[in-house]
């Protein structure tokens, strides 16, 4: 198995809109955030972990070769507003592709896409089969289960990702996992947690919420991610020590 960061910033993203600060300003590319995605190979199946904004610049960027999957974690902009783009891999795959989430992600995607339902012609809208996820489905060999977690009110999705004896959790939105939820992890050979910023927020996990969890997760590799602006990349690995891996966008891994 394999995946690739194809986003690792926060809602805004970095450089932020009309902000100066020396992380925005920052000529180091790791510095450099997009909206948080993950592109996953596993069993020869190709994933999509949210389709967010940037989803057509990160496709082309870091060559997504085709998508069999998506996976939708929730229905925040940040997560979803690059889902008109996987109409070119229906088009290219001519086939219908399967896009997954909780039964209230996929209500809200079929209220905020509702042209996909519309019988338009093939090249024109995203080909896809949206389909309510609450048990593990599989892709081919590769089992994907839904990792339910808190995002301040709602509750919404990780996904836990099964191939070739690897086990990978993602987690982009979070502020509390439940232990049911902790338990369906065990202990995977890797994690990517959202850690949003120093300062407490009602909705995410600050840095040290993110790496005192990820510590009890005890993955053999842990990563941090949904970024925002108020922490430098380096500074950021400086902080957190050997024990937990800070990404940038275009990070490859290999499982
Ligand atoms: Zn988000
Ligand atoms: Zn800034
Ligand atoms: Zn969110």
């Not at 992380?23 to 592109?39: A, E, G, H, I, Q």
């Not at 199946?45 to 967010?52: E, G, M, N, Q, Y």
């Not at 896809?128 to 289960?145: K, L, N, S, Y």
């Not at 977690?149 to 990978?168: N, Q, T, W």
Request: glycine content about 8%; overall charge negative; proline content about 8%.
């Amino acid at each position: 198995m394999n995946f690739t960061f194809l986003g690792t910033g926060t809602s805004h993203g970095i450089p932020m809109i009309g902000c100066s600060c020396g992380v925005c300003r920052s000529t180091n590319p790791k510095n450099k955030r997009r909206r948080c995605s993950l592109y996953v190979v596993a069993a020869g199946k190709h994933l999509i972990f949210d389709t967010p904004p940037d989803f057509r610049e990160q496709v082309l960027t870091y060559g997504v070769a085709r998508v069999d999957a998506v996976f939708i974690t929730h229905p925040h902009a940040d997560h979803i507003f690059g889902f008109d783009d996987v109409r070119r891999f229906s088009t290219l795959q001519e086939q219908h592709i399967p896009v997954y989430g909780s039964p209230e992600t996929i209500a809200k995607m079929h209220r905020k896409f509702d042209y996909v339902d519309k019988g338009y012609n093939f090249e024109s809208v995203p080909r896809v089969r949206f389909t309510e996820q609450t048990e593990p489905v599989f892709v081919g060999d590769a089992r994907i289960t839904p990792l339910p977690v808190s995002h301040g009110p709602d509750s919404i999705y990780g996904f836990l990702i099964e191939a070739e004896g690897k086990r990978l959790a993602y987690i982009p939105d979070c502020n509390g996992i439940p232990p049911e939820t902790l338990a369906l992890m065990k202990t995977p050979d890797a994690v990517i947690l959202d850690g949003l910023r120093p300062s407490p927020h009602p909705t995410h996990f600050t840095t040290d919420q993110c790496a005192e969890q990820l510590k009890k997760i005890g993955a053999k590799q842990s990563f941090i991610t949904h970024i925002t602006h108020n922490w430098d990349h380096r500074e950021l690995q400086t902080y957190l020590g050997d024990a937990v891996t800070v990404p940038w966008d275009g990070l490859h891994i290999e499982l």
